[in-house]
């Protein structure tokens, strides 16, 4: 009996540590900041910071796993969307903005606020409008971030390319080229030109 109370105590500090936990990634979730949360729960910033990527790197997994099984094609748009807002602890109108290298939280809201809501209107803007447009941004930081725009976009554009490309593909039976290369057609035996030749000369 004993060992029972000592199983059920080990277990239930077990589950009340991953709530917390849980508490934890909800904030974060709900876009707060490492220092507001590290200093809601009293942990360090560096614990946070650990939590999320693990919980990050352990959403992707699964992600990738639901890619390899045709069976779970439902959770993929479901697990893509979720694992890449836990990554940047952002709402899902900033997502795309956060995909922009070198481009961070503040700097998205700011991409948003001004306008430019996707990596499309980023990559297509002058920097001269960016500079206009948002507050403190440097003209060297504008051009960067409109040239890292243009290539994501032109790596998105490939990526969908190749995706059409093998969807139209049309997978070969070795085995009827085959025997169609093993069939024998009447027209093979003749000699359409010595026929001609042979016509022509009678004529």
């Excluded at 809201?109 to 001269?128: H, I, M, R, T």
């Excluded at 554009?157 to 025997?179: C, I, K, N």
């Amino acid at each position: 009996m004993g060992n029972l109370v000592v199983l059920f105590f080990i277990l239930d500090d077990f589950v009340v540590k991953r709530f917390y936990l849980t508490l934890i990634l909800y904030d974060l979730w709900k876009q707060r900041t490492l220092w507001e949360v590290a200093e809601k729960f009293e942990y360090p910033r560096g614990f946070v910071q650990n939590l999320l990527s693990g919980a990050t790197s352990f959403a992707t997994c699964v992600y990738h796993f639901c890619q390899e099984l045709e069976e779970f094609w439902a959770y993929q748009e479901l697990l893509g969307t979720f694992v890449k807002r836990l990554a940047y602890c952002v709402s899902a109108e900033l997502l795309p903005l956060m995909e922009i290298p070198g481009v961070k939280l503040g700097r998205a809201k700011q991409l948003y606020n001004a306008g430019f809501q996707s990596v499309a209107l980023v990559a297509a803007a002058d920097p001269e409008i960016l500079v206009k447009s948002i507050q403190q941004i440097p003209r060297k930081v504008a051009k960067q971030i409109v040239a890292s725009a243009k290539v994501l976009l032109n790596e998105k554009a490939e990526a969908l390319l190749q995706e059409v490309e093998e969807l139209v593909t049309v997978p070969v039976d070795r085995s009827t080229v085959q025997s169609s290369q093993g069939q024998t057609s009447p027209w093979d035996d003749m000699d359409l030109f010595s026929s001609l030749d042979t016509q022509s000369s009678t004529s």
